[in-house]
């Protein structure tokens, strides 16, 4: 069995995303990432505990939108749960033992090709919507999609989402993210990277957990599907992915509801195999 996991704001948070009350008691917690030494994300100690258990259970896979940099940043992930295998780059990259898949690299590649209008297209048409006095800073992740940091209270998001429309006919997915709004060509997403893992390793089942409509792909074809209650997944008013629960608890204390819930689902799919082939 395959956990396929988002990691921000699914399984690892900022002090300022984790949603702690400020008459609430913080939980405990771990440091999971360092930047030129600060400190950027954590998870509870639970979280922390349970994620351990999964990795010697199962084949756990960080999926994450990250760049391979940022990735290998998250050191509690990469290098102490060591998982043997990570997609990242929304899927445009996939990481074996540590390092980059040639063959995944070479189908990208192709597909980007022959599946996507030109960056430059797209940025053309959103040249339209977008102005300097919401558009900070844009950015591009490996060479194979590109975000812009925006002033989340100026945006227009009425026309950011008729621009989603237009977006997918030129083969882009939009997604607006906090204050990140990420323009990804549809062919680079989460769950083709994870299929191909899948096959490869030769797994039979997948449970997901991710937040954001860029996770939505991975959750909509998975066997067994959660989310945070809350993120980008939380306000649509109708989540084509069915069956997808979603957790009780909001912020860094979702973490250890989704992974627990992993738990119990791969130990009721040994319960349901063995039963299977002693019949």
């Known amino acids: 069995m395959i956990f396929a996991s988002d990691l921000d704001q699914t399984l690892i948070y900022s002090k300022r995303s984790a949603r702690v009350g400020l008459n609430e008691k913080w939980p405990d917690i771990i440091l999971a990432e360092t930047l030129e030494e600060r400190e950027i994300s954590y998870m509870t100690n639970e979280a922390a505990a349970l994620l351990k258990k999964v990795n010697g259970m199962m084949t756990f896979l960080p999926v994450t939108t990250r760049t391979i940099e940022q990735y290998k940043r998250i050191f509690f992930i990469s290098e102490v749960i060591q998982p043997k295998a990570a997609v990242t780059s929304n899927g445009g990259n996939i990481l074996i033992d540590g390092k980059a898949d040639e063959e995944w690299k070479r189908r990208i590649a192709g597909r980007l090709i022959g599946e996507s209008s030109p960056k430059e297209d797209i940025q053309k048409e959103f040249s339209r919507i977008s102005h300097s006095n919401w558009i900070i800073e844009e950015r591009t992740a490996d060479d194979l999609f590109h975000y812009y940091l925006i002033q989340q209270d100026l945006a227009p998001r009425d026309e950011i989402e008729q621009f989603k429309k237009a ?31 899948k096959d490869l390793f030769r797994e039979d089942v997948i449970a997901a957990s991710g937040d954001s409509m860029l996770d939505l792909c991975m959750l909509e074809a998975a066997d067994y599907a959660i989310a945070p209650c809350h993120g980008e997944l939380n306000i649509m008013t109708d989540s084509p992915a069915e069956p997808l629960l979603r957790t009780e608890q909001k912020g860094i204390k979702a973490a250890e509801e989704i992974l627990t819930h992993v738990l119990k689902v791969y130990e009721e799919h040994k319960m349901n195999k063995h039963g299977a082939s002693i019949s």
């Open 167 to 197: 977006a997918a006919v030129m083969g882009w997915n939009l997604s607006l993210q906090g204050r990140k709004l990420y323009f990804v060509p549809q062919c680079v997403n989460k769950w083709e990277a994870v299929a191909y893992l």
